[in-house]
């Protein structure tokens, strides 16, 4: 086999194991609001063990990014290509702590309904959704046109946060005896923001793999 047909076999390899990881965390977080809809207590429970999955998918990937660098010496179009799937394997694992994060918040919450706390908490549910997959889909598809509206539409995710905090601020004014929950429900919509800005993340990965910039500054 030549090196070349190395080189092109290990990262088919690579991109597969990371579309798989990409798959896996969407998977998890869908699963965990499904549970929320069905008030299936135990299947968050289970949720809180996908940690390690998680992250030995990581470790794995950052593994084959760094024999492809170190071994078969790149040049500068698939140099960029295993820079940006190293970066967005730390998006995507910080994704998949964030839905850790807000299943522990859930169990917290005692399976209340979101919209106990805000009417937007569940359209920032969904909105962070949409985002994360269409950034995951734009990346393993290489479709630059899709990574700049990911990056345009973390605005609306933005802007639920920012619905979710004034609702809360007004169910305390009203109910102070309610104060842990709202913390609660606070930070549950602080992790679905960075989810949102991990996806902006992964947008502006797939933007450098094809053309060596980042945020307009030429890197590779």
């Not at 040049?75 to 998006?91: E, H, I, N, Y």
């Not at 929950?181 to 933007?207: F, P, R, S, T």
Request: charged share 30%; net charge negative.
């Amino acid at each position: 086999m030549s090196p070349r047909t190395r080189f092109e076999s290990e990262l088919t390899e690579l991109r597969e194991d990371l579309k798989q990881m990409c798959f896996h965390v969407e998977a998890v977080y869908d699963r965990l609001f499904a549970a929320v809809d069905r008030k299936a207590e135990e299947e968050v429970r289970e949720i809180l063990t996908q940690d390690n999955t998680t992250r030995d998918m990581e470790k794995r990937i950052e593994a084959e990014c760094l024999t492809l660098i170190t071994r078969q010496h790149p040049l500068a179009g698939d140099l960029r290509v295993v820079s940006a799937s190293l970066k967005v394997v730390t998006d995507i694992q910080r994704v998949g702590v964030h839905v850790t994060d807000m299943a522990e918040l859930i169990l917290r919450l005692r399976m209340q309904e979101l919209s106990c706390f805000s009417d937007n908490l569940l359209p920032m549910v969904k909105a962070a959704q949409r985002l994360l997959h269409s950034a995951i889909e734009a990346f393993l598809h290489r479709n630059t046109e899709a990574a700049k509206a990911v990056i345009a539409g973390d605005d609306e995710v933005d802007d639920l946060f920012n619905c979710v905090k004034d609702d809360l601020v007004k169910q305390l004014k009203s109910d102070a005896a309610g104060v842990d929950d709202c913390i609660d429900a606070l930070m549950l919509a602080k992790y679905l923001e960075k989810i949102g800005d991990h996806a902006v993340n992964v947008g502006e990965w797939e933007l450098f793999q094809e053309t060596g910039n980042i945020e307009k500054v030429r890197i590779l």
